[in-house]
């Protein structure tokens, strides 16, 4: 008897080097046969046929997160899955199928589910094990016609539970408008009816008396009870009117609730995404986020704004139809409903169809505007390397998919409005023919299958604007469902939970610290590392590329939690800590700084609890060295910069965003590469500036850098290994002085020589000689150079410049110690 084994699996295509790696892992006296298939759900399985129900075979899982857009696909490790006639009813089932992943049912082997988290409630209960065949495909297949995209529009309506009042009016005043429109046939038979009857009793009258004959409408009878035909017009033109103020009332009303409607939802959307921790930004791209912001956000808004009026108009016109045409022939009506329920059904199997479309839509439509973001934001490589037209070719390939899938939904429109068209068609035809038999009988009136085939046709025009409403609807389900799961993501750091923290004095201590990154947790960033930071002290933290030196700021902003291990700020465990109380009292500036859009005052007070005054803005602008380039500007500090500061050079912008970290007076100021962009001269400013705060113990700073110069600095120097553990730890001239220490050893490796020489050689009006370093000190003493030079200048330029040349000495030092210690290796 043949065994089956299934995995499920998710590609992007199909992947017959996959297959063929699983046929070489599988062991060689197994006659494998892997079948890959694909399907709408991204479900691919592959087939084992003739293997022994004992042995554990090998399976090559590939898992990727589907309905959320991501391109990401990563390769789990090789999973023993053993076979066991406990877990599977092997008699009566001809193929198992389980969702994207390995799942071991005995509940040794779980991998990835769909939102790439293994979670219990995600396994099978005991129950639905029993009959996987009949029992699951019932049950699936009654989710897919009955409640699939319901739970989404549910989602979405609760959201108008505030507008409950607003709704009930709306409803109310459609109602009224669709009532008094759907009187109109009804109207249109009784008039019919009426001159029908006085031509027939014209016709009759034995003795051809002329003033019996009806020759204007005078002369009809009543209409309905006592009034006459010219009252009934004039009654009902006023009905009219009001049912199309009622109109008027409903289209305003129900648009305002749409668009508050989609408005919570962008706010809820926006605020959740704001609060995810740095693990939902590892594993989702920007574009796609951003397309989901804006073209899923849009469909949503299409489709519950208008389409939300059309719908209920249309619902609503189409019961007063349905019930005006029971009323006028309840058997007539009863053959026309014979074709509701063929209808109803196509219309629910089209819903759902219409809806996985539409997220795929979305999903090709948020790979494309990854693509976008990617190949625009780096323009300058891809015009370095002249690449515009392979990324050209890769952008049409992502339009190609849009594309394609807008077939589809083509081809499903097609096929399902055509098939109601056929239906409408044939019932208006099997109407009148069975309507035409029950005037002969004399059972209904001319009058009555006029008004009949009218409400046949509002009815149907009401089933059709249904059809789109629902389509348009279940769109909107689709791209709600990616807005949802930024809503539903389970952050493991949550930034309102915890203590608050209690700053006293800045001290830090990494107690048997191990951390690996959650999207790479195979590879292990530190390993039971130790340190203490003293309060007040400067510290610097050095080491090998990739070797984990940003990720301390990142554990110590608590962006991520350590994997083992305390992490403690003054005594207090920051895993206990609201994030949010946490970082209010942290300054960190990263060695790509980004501005905001703004002005540069509203850059530098960014994040700043209580607004500041401009002289304090001043005040630090100036410890910082931007005071005066900002003065220049014709708003001085009202200047808008700018997307993401476009408008400033990358040294303004690294001073600003120094300033910035330095107005929040924070217990801990981390700077990650922070001077990088600055030249030697704008670098020895700063490190003055925070030369004098570590002089007064104001805070605890921790350095990132590569720079000797930034290194010299700092008191102490933390040296990270290759391994992930501190190798050693000390002062900088003690570590610098013996040869054999780590700290030696990797700033003078050749490629460190090579990046203190390219540091030199970017700031060649300071790379002096020694005669020209001693001019420099003369005029730097001298008082009447200094007042020549600066007579020109306001005061803050020549208290700025005055800071400035109290430094370059300094600076000037640091080069030439730069150039000494590049010559030590032979």
């Not at 979305?362 to 891809?382: P, Y």
């Not at 750091?493 to 195979?522: A, H, L, N």
């Not at 730890?729 to 090579?754: C, I, N, V």
């Amino acid at each position: 008897m043949s065994t089956w084994r299934k995995a499920g699996l998710t590609f992007n295509n199909y992947a017959a080097v996959a297959a063929k790696t699983v046929r070489a892992a599988l062991k060689p006296e197994l006659q494998t046969n892997a079948v890959l298939a694909r399907s709408n759900t991204e479900a691919r399985f592959i087939k084992f046929e003739n293997g022994s129900a004992s042995d554990p075979v090998p399976i090559l899982a590939v898992s990727r997160p589907f309905g959320n857009g991501l391109a990401t696909s990563r390769m789990s490790s090789l999973a023993s899955v053993r076979r066991s006639q406990s877990l599977y009813d092997m008699r009566n089932a001809n193929q198992r199928s389980f969702p994207v992943g390995i799942r071991s049912f005995s509940g040794s082997v779980w991998v990835q589910n769909a939102h790439n988290e293994v979670r219990e409630n995600d396994k099978p209960k005991k129950d639905e094990r029993a009959d996987h065949t009949k029992g699951n495909a019932t049950k699936k297949k009654t989710f897919s016609l009955v409640s699939g995209g319901f739970s989404e529009v549910k989602r979405l309506f609760f959201l108008a539970r505030h507008d409950w009042k607003l709704l009930v009016l709306a409803v109310s005043l459609l109602t009224v408008s669709c009532s008094i429109g759907m009187a109109v046939p009804k109207v249109i038979g009784l008039v019919l009816d009426a001159t029908k009857n006085a031509l027939y009793s014209s016709s009759s009258n034995a003795d051809g008396d002329s003033d019996s004959v009806v020759r204007t409408l005078d002369d009809l009878p009543p209409i309905v009870g006592d009034i006459q035909l010219y009252d009934f017009f004039l009654i009902f033109g006023g009905a009219l009117l009001v049912g199309t103020m009622a109109n008027f009332g409903r289209v305003v009303l129900l648009k305002i609730l749409g668009e508050r409607l989609v408005a919570r939802l962008r706010s809820n959307v926006i605020k959740k995404t704001m609060h995810h921790d740095m693990e939902f930004y590892d594993r989702n791209k920007v574009g796609d986020l951003l397309s989901r912001l804006g073209a899923d956000a849009y469909i949503v808004s299409r489709s519950m704004t208008q389409n939300i009026s059309d719908g209920f108009k249309a619902l609503i016109c189409g019961g007063v139809g349905i019930g005006m045409m029971f009323h006028i022939s309840s058997s007539l009506a009863s053959v026309l409903f014979l074709f509701a329920p063929p209808l109803l059904v196509g219309a629910t199997i089209y819903g759902n169809k219409i809806r996985s479309i539409s997220r795929e839509l979305q999903q090709a439509s948020g790979n494309l505007t990854r693509v976008a973001e990617e190949q625009l934001s780096g323009i300058k490589t891809v015009q370095s390397f002249v690449a515009e037209g392979k990324e050209v070719h890769r952008y049409n390939d992502a339009v190609r998919q849009v594309f394609n899938v807008g077939k589809k939904e083509a081809f499903t429109n097609a096929t399902f409005f055509s098939s109601t068209n056929v239906l409408g068609d044939f019932s208006f035809l099997l109407v009148l023919a069975y309507g035409s038999h029950l005037v002969l009988q004399g059972n209904l009136t001319i009058g009555d299958l006029t008004a009949f085939m009218l409400y046949t046709e509002y009815t149907g025009s009401a089933v059709f604007g249904l059809s789109t409403f629902y389509s348009e609807l279940m769109k909107g389900a689709g791209a709600s469902t990616r807005l949802f799961e930024l809503i539903d993501h389970k952050s493991a750091i949550k930034s309102s939970t915890g203590k608050p923290f209690k700053p006293v004095s800045g001290k830090v201590e990494f107690q048997d610290v191990s951390f690996s990154y959650p999207t790479r947790k195979t590879n292990q960033i530190f390993k039971d590392i130790n340190f203490t930071i003293e309060p007040g002290s400067n510290v610097c933290v050095v080491g090998p590329s990739g070797r984990g030196k940003s990720t301390i700021a990142s554990l110590l902003l608590r962006f991520y939690n350590p994997t083992t291990g305390k992490i403690l700020i003054d005594g207090q465990d920051i895993t206990q800590l609201s994030s949010k109380s946490l970082r209010r009292h942290l300054g960190v500036v990263q060695q790509e700084p980004i501005l905001m859009s703004g002005t540069i005052r509203e850059n530098i007070t960014y994040g700043v609890p209580n607004e500041p005054t401009l002289e304090e803005i001043r005040s630090v602008a100036k410890k910082c060295f931007c005071h005066n380039f900002i003065s220049k500007f014709p708003n001085g500090y009202d200047t808008v910069i700018g997307p993401r500061g476009a408008l400033l050079s990358g040294g303004q912008k690294q001073r600003i965003a120094i300033a910035r970290a330095l107005l929040k007076k924070p217990k801990i100021l981390i700077l990650d590469e922070a001077t990088s962009a600055l030249d030697v001269e704008s670098e020895g400013a700063i490190n003055y500036t925070l030369g004098r705060l570590m002089r007064s113990k104001e805070m605890t700073i921790i350095s990132i850098a590569h720079r000797l110069s930034t290194i010299r600095r700092s008191e102490n120097v933390i040296v990270l290994g290759v391994d992930g553990s501190v190798v050693e730890m000390g002062r900088f001239k003690e570590l610098y002085a013996d040869h054999e220490s780590a700290l030696y050893k990797l700033l003078t490796e050749p490629s460190e020589q090579q990046h203190f020489q390219q540091q030199q050689h970017a700031s060649p009006a300071l790379k002096s000689s020694p005669e020209d370093q001693a001019e420099n000190d003369k005029n730097a003493n001298d008082p009447e150079e200094d007042q020549n030079y600066t007579d020109n200048d306001s005061p803050e330029a020549q208290e700025e410049r005055r800071l400035q040349e109290e430094v370059i000495h300094q600076v000037l030092e640091d080069i030439s110690h730069d150039q000494k210690s590049s010559n030590l290796r032979p």
